[in-house]
């Protein structure tokens, strides 16, 4: 990821890790001394959130654009009006976490021509192979076609987020690493990064783009006895 | 063994009420049990088998009714809003005693209430639900794993005993996301000789049906539902148990409940409280036994629960009050931390509280 564009997009296959890739990419950007808003344009997931790191987005001082209802008990599909805050503030990075499949990636139809204008934006599809309904590459080339035809954007590289959650080893990601170079020959976009656990990155090994490194939020109900 | 996946609770009961051999689907979406709906919405095509977004919760409900009645595997979901609207239909289910599978995945109420998760619905699920004398099995995963392995479970009990089987979850199981291994299910031959499948002029007609005209003969037939009830509360509680051989105090704690709970326990283990957990598989029939076994050396027992004190009341019935049942409670969609079982335990140790 030599240069960094101005707006950076994560889109997937539901549940594929796009909150997580989105708000630890934010934090990235943040840490290379850039300006960043990160807005969660999520309409499908009322639950797990981007709101839910939004004590540490502000420590941080990074913008975070969301619903008003997010995390409330109000569960309609609303977008907030200052999400065109990522294409009309061109001094700011804004990293763009888009709900999971096509049902989601509509949400990107208001903002989808002026981002196309500007044309200084990078599209992630972000893969978890460990998901049930994209464990082939094939599967998951399909969400990747139906996702850009939802959203008017193309997509312009791969980002590898496989894992199994917790119990997610350094092999289970080298292994996965076969089905995205697959994915990668079917859509003819470059594998960017490959990302894990700060814990697993140094095992990696033979994966291809950068090895994104991820802080994970620790949710209260995981056992850790 | 197979493969680890990556699923959401809601996935998990999806794809293995399909390995158990579930090929009728009937829903009405409602969060936080969606993806169940979404994801036999794109799997049930390719397969054979039918997954229909009913008009309603009760004609949903009513579509479950008509399949159980020819003896195949069929299930319907829902949260909190949705299963009372689909409990006159429980009712008939249990009236008729055809096997059917159903999910609750709760969120906080009364009313209309929010999205958050909740076990409020545990009187509902665990007492019948509808009108009429009436159980149905209720399953409580407190894992993704367990959301898939009970879901198979669920289906062999309905169709073992000809009853309605219910998984109750609350919000944070369903939408919770966890590796699960999933193989293939051998399902048991079960005798399917009362479905309504057609005589081929070969036998007598089946009639399925609720309504019984006369009297003894009603009362009759909930005799003979309540001597199989008998069996099923002999045969089939289950329970885990964690820490609970020499602990003075037990929490009794299902779903997402138990692991918050399990976290406080080990804390407080470290502080050496001798404190242990039964945590109930099984809502109905409840594991009775374990508690009034347990009631004999623990002296203390704490209730921890998203709802204002319903799995309380089974604890204080099954030790048969004996000793102080304290409660442990956040609700409306709030979850108690573990910080705060820990004080609870705490203050159960110092014989505060009652």
Redesign the interface.
Same mark, same amino acid.
């Given at each position: 990821m030599k240069e960094t564009k101005r707006i950076t997009l994560f889109c997937g296959h $539901?549940?594929s890790g796009k909150t997580n890739l989105a708000v630890n990419y934010a934090k990235k950007l943040k840490q290379e001394g850039k300006s960043v808003v990160i807005a969660d344009l999520d309409i499908v997931?009322? $639950?797990?959130r981007t709101k839910d790191s939004e004590q540490e987005l502000k420590d941080l001082g990074i913008g975070l654009i969301c619903s008003p209802y997010a995390n409330s008990?109000l +569960?309609i599909p609303a977008l907030p009006a200052s999400m065109y805050r990522t294409v009309e503030d061109k001094s700011t990075y804004a990293v763009i976490d888009v709900g999971g499949d096509d049902s989601g990636a509509v949400a990107l139809g208001r903002l989808s021509e002026k981002i196309r204008e500007e044309n200084n934006f990078q599209m992630f599809f972000v893969a978890?192979f460990?998901?049930?309904?994209t464990?082939a590459a094939k599967e998951a080339y399909n969400i990747l076609l139906e996702i850009e035809k939802a959203s008017g954007l193309p997509f312009t590289a791969i980002a590898n987020n496989s894992?199994?959650?917790?119990?997610t080893t350094a092999e289970d990601i080298m292994k996965s690493d076969e089905k995205a170079r697959e994915l990668s020959a079917l859509c003819g976009l470059p594998v960017i990064m490959t990302s894990a656990v700060e814990s697993l990155c140094e095992e990696l090994d033979g994966c291809q783009g950068e090895i994104f490194p991820l802080t994970l939020q620790k949710? $209260? $109900? +995981?056992?850790?006895? | 063994m197979a493969e &680890?996946?990556? %699923? &959401?609770g809601n996935?998990a009961i999806a794809?293995a009420a399909i390995l158990a051999g579930c090929r009728h689907y009937f829903g009405y979406p409602i =969060? *936080?049990q969606t993806?169940i709906a979404a994801?036999m919405a &794109?799997r049930m095509p390719k397969i054979g088998g039918t997954f229909l977004q009913a008009e309603s919760e009760v004609a949903a409900i009513n579509m479950v009714y008509g399949v159980a009645a020819t003896g195949k595997r069929v299930m319907t979901s829902s949260s909190s809003p949705g299963i009372s609207l689909k409990s006159e239909g429980l009712s008939y289910l249990a009236g008729c005693d055809l096997p059917a599978f159903v999910v609750n995945v709760e969120r906080?109420g009364p009313g209309l /209430?929010?999205?958050?998760p909740s076990q409020s619905d545990y009187f509902q699920a665990t007492r019948g639900g509808g009108h009429g004398d009436y159980h149905m099995i209720v399953l409580a995963p407190a894992s993704v794993q367990e959301m898939a392995s009970l879901t198979i479970k669920g289906f062999d009990l309905a169709d073992k005993y000809r009853i309605t089987s219910m998984i109750l979850a609350d919000? =944070?199981m369903g939408? %919770? %996301?966890? *590796?699960v291994e999933l193989s293939e299910v051998k399902t048991p031959d079960y005798d399917k000789s009362w479905a309504v499948t057609g005589t081929k002029m070969q036998r007598e007609h089946n009639i399925i049906n609720s309504l019984t005209l006369v009297p003894d003969e009603l009362e009759k037939q909930n005799f003979a539902r309540y001597e199989k009830y008998k069996i099923i509360e002999e045969n089939e509680p289950m329970c885990e148990k964690f820490m609970t051989e020499d602990a003075d105090i037990i929490v009794a704690a299902f779903g997402?409940a138990a692991?918050?709970a &399990?976290?406080a326990i080990?804390e407080a283990r470290k502080q050496d409280i001798k404190v242990g957990m039964i945590r109930p598989i099984t809502l109905w029939p409840f594991p009775k036994k374990d508690f009034f076994e347990a009631a004999k050396t623990a002296k203390h027992f704490i209730s921890v629960e998203l709802s204002m004190g319903q799995l309380i009341e089974d604890v204080e019935l099954a030790i048969r009050c004996t000793r102080p049942v304290t409660l442990c409670n956040r609700v409306g /969609?709030m979850?108690p931390? *573990?910080a705060e079982v820990l004080d609870a335990i705490k203050k159960a140790n110092e014989g505060g509280d009652k």
């Open positions: $539901y549940g997931n009322p $639950y797990f008990n +569960d978890n460990f998901r049930p309904l464990r894992n199994l959650g917790n119990e949710k $209260y $109900y +995981d056992f850790n006895a | &680890k996946v990556l %699923m &959401k996935e794809e =969060t *936080p993806e994801y &794109k906080g /209430g929010g999205i958050q919000g =944070t939408q %919770m %996301m966890e *590796p997402i692991r918050v &399990k976290n080990v /969609g979850i931390s *573990p």
